[in-house]
């Protein structure tokens, strides 16, 4: 269950090979989303083991991908909307199951 694109066990992520934003580290490459082998999903830095870069997405996300349409953040415009589903088990009453 790797999800890294080299490696003959990978299943991949919807989205994983599409820059969602600037890594918060080394500045130079965008982040894309990946996913650990506990099932976290997280943006990772293209340039891993170099660069460390990392923010991890809500345990409680059963699953993300990066929507094909291209949707942008419409402050900054640089950064990708991901698309979120959560388990309702593991969300507050009233919060939306996807975001």
Request: proline content about 8%; charged content about 25%; overall charge positive.
């Amino acid at each position: 269950k790797c999800c890294e694109p080299n490696c003959k066990l990978a299943q991949g992520v919807e989205g994983g090979d599409v820059g969602v934003c600037r890594c918060p580290e080394c500045k130079s490459e965008k982040l894309v989303l990946k996913k650990s082998k506990a099932g976290n999903y997280y943006l990772g830095c293209p340039e891993y083991p170099q660069c460390n870069g990392a923010i991890w997405l809500p345990n409680a996300a059963k699953s993300v991908s990066v929507p094909d349409n291209g949707s942008s953040c419409r402050t900054c415009a640089d950064t990708r909307l991901l698309d979120l589903h959560f388990d309702h088990r593991n969300v507050l009453p009233g919060m939306p199951l996807r975001m």
